[in-house]
Every structure is written in structure tokens, then in C-alpha cells.
């Protein structure tokens, strides 16, 4: 018999939504999760990106103690994420997780809202 194993990347793994998206996962028998932790190199998400089926992509910092740091962080993250699928030519299914503050005009919603066009346009 031939189990159809899905691979599912996480990243945010050590967050809230994260953690607990994870320990659900873990019951399934035909998922392997992987994780992406804030600290993890360019490189570690390459690699589990190359391996990953399905990417929930919950990253991303929402009270910074600086604005610059949503472009860095959310925007950066998200950007790495969609040019290295681009350059495989991956198409894994990606669920993002965005917030309401998308339609507001602030430094986090901006964020959120560009980072949104970004996986959506993969």
C-alpha cells in the first residue's frame, strides 16, 4: 500500500498560531511537518521549501519597535519565500496568514497587504 505523504513547512513555527498549527499536524499520520524558525538560515528554507507539498507561512512580527522592521521582516521573509519558488518553479500550496489590518493604511497593514499580493501572484 502506498501512503501519499504530504510535506508541510511552517513558518512562524515557535509562535502562537505556530505551535499549535504543529502539535494539530503532528496527529496526522500522513503529514511530515517541518519547521522554520525565526534565526533559521536563508539556506535551512531552502531546503524545506524544495521538500514542502503545502507552506503555512505565519511568520512575520506585528509590534516591532520600529516600522522599518515590517518591510524587513514581513515583506523580506515573504519576498525570499515567492523568488526562490519562482526560480524552482515550484507551485506548493501556500496558506498565508494575513490580518484586517491589511486595509488599513499603518506600517503593519501595508506590510500585510503587500506581502499578501506577493504569495498570491506565485
Known amino acids: 500500500m502506498v501512503i501519499n505523504m504530504k510535506n508541510v513547512l511552517v513558518t512562524g513555527a515557535g509562535g502562537f498560531i505556530g505551535k499549535n498549527l504543529i502539535d494539530r499536524l503532528h496527529r496526522e499520520k500522513e503529514v511530515v511537518v517541518k519547521q522554520y524558525h525565526h534565526g533559521d538560515t536563508l539556506s535551512q528554507l531552502y531546503q524545506q521549501l524544495d521538500?514542502?507539498?503545502?507552506?503555512?507561512?505565519?511568520?512575520?512580527?506585528?509590534?516591532?519597535?520600529?516600522?522599518?522592521?515590517?518591510?524587513?521582516?514581513?515583506?523580506?521573509?515573504?519576498?525570499?519565500?515567492?523568488?526562490?519558488?519562482?526560480?524552482?518553479?515550484?507551485?506548493?500550496?501556500?496558506?498565508?496568514?494575513?490580518?484586517?489590518?491589511?486595509?488599513?493604511?499603518?506600517?503593519?497593514?501595508?506590510s500585510k497587504k503587500s506581502c499578501r499580493r506577493r504569495a498570491e501572484a506565485l
Open 51 to 110: 521538500e514542502s507539498d503545502v507552506i503555512y507561512h505565519l511568520a512575520g512580527v506585528n509590534r516591532p519597535q520600529q516600522d522599518e522592521a515590517f518591510g524587513r521582516v514581513n515583506r523580506g521573509l515573504t519576498e525570499q519565500i515567492v523568488n526562490y519558488l519562482r526560480k524552482k518553479q515550484k507551485k506548493p500550496k501556500i496558506v498565508f496568514s494575513s490580518s484586517t489590518q491589511a486595509a488599513f493604511d499603518s506600517a503593519y497593514g501595508s
